[in-house]
């Protein structure tokens, strides 16, 4: 277990390694089936945050290949790049074509940012869609080579007081495009299961500086129930 700053939320972590992306994958795969299963069997619907990145690729491919009742699940984005909807770049674009266009769920369950609108209208109007959802059953994330996660970055506000808004607008992001939209930290830690996956060399140092405490912007999702973060071997170093 490792706590963060106290400048942050606290932080309850559990580090899981995998020799490699299969075993990552699969386990990832065993998750999140459990916590829908058990999302629906007690209060009959399940929500989750999708991420974007490589390995949730691996993931809603293998998701494709599943049987569950698609009707009661609510697909969420916890953060999107400001551009048209069908433009490559869209975590929303990816999902459809990796997962969420091979099985039958209902059209009105999928609840993509509308970042074509531009990041300041688009969080708005996202957060007002947000109203209606009480604890999310499952939000996934990812971490960036900087220790970002969804798109709240470092050197930029990420919402992790309880008064911050749902959605807020990303301006001057340091990967292109600079315009986004990011569910705030204060919205994805209100989740009763987080899971980050973690894949490459390239996160090692972020992976440490996190292990360290150090306040990077994926320490400041902080759910009451944990965070559980999936590494590959060459991630955990």
Not at 13 to 40: N, P, Y
Not at 104 to 131: K, S
Not at 134 to 160: N, Y
Request: aromatic share 6%; net charge negative; glycine share 8%.
């Amino acid at each position: 277990m490792t706590r963060v700053p106290t400048s942050l939320p606290a932080q309850t972590l559990r580090w899981h390694v995998f020799t490699d992306d299969a075993s990552l994958v699969a386990d990832a795969l065993a998750r999140v089936m459990t916590a829908s299963r058990d999302a629906i069997a007690e209060r009959g619907a399940f929500d989750i945050v999708l991420a974007g990145g490589s390995t949730p690729r691996k993931l809603y491919r293998e998701l494709r290949e599943i049987d569950s009742n698609w009707n009661l699940w609510h697909i969420w984005f916890g953060d999107e790049r400001c551009a048209p909807p069908d433009d490559p770049e869209r975590n929303s674009r990816m999902a459809r074509d990796e997962w969420l266009g091979h099985i039958p769920v209902p059209a009105a369950n999928v609840h993509p940012i509308p970042a074509e609108a531009g990041a300041r209208d688009a969080a708005t109007l996202y957060a007002r869609e947000l109203r209606g959802v009480d604890a999310f059953d499952l939000v996934l994330l990812g971490l960036g080579e900087d220790g970002h996660t969804a798109s709240l970055f470092p050197g930029h506000i990420w919402g992790a007081h309880i008064d911050s808004p749902d959605a807020m607008a990303v301006f001057d992001a340091p990967k292109p495009p600079p315009e986004r939209v990011s569910l705030s930290a204060q919205r994805l830690s209100n989740a009763r299961h987080v899971l980050f996956l973690v894949e490459g060399g390239g996160k090692r140092d972020a992976v440490a500086a996190w292990k360290r405490g150090d306040p990077i912007p994926a320490a400041s999702v902080a759910p009451e129930s944990g965070v559980d973060v999936l590494l590959d071997a060459a991630a955990a170093g």
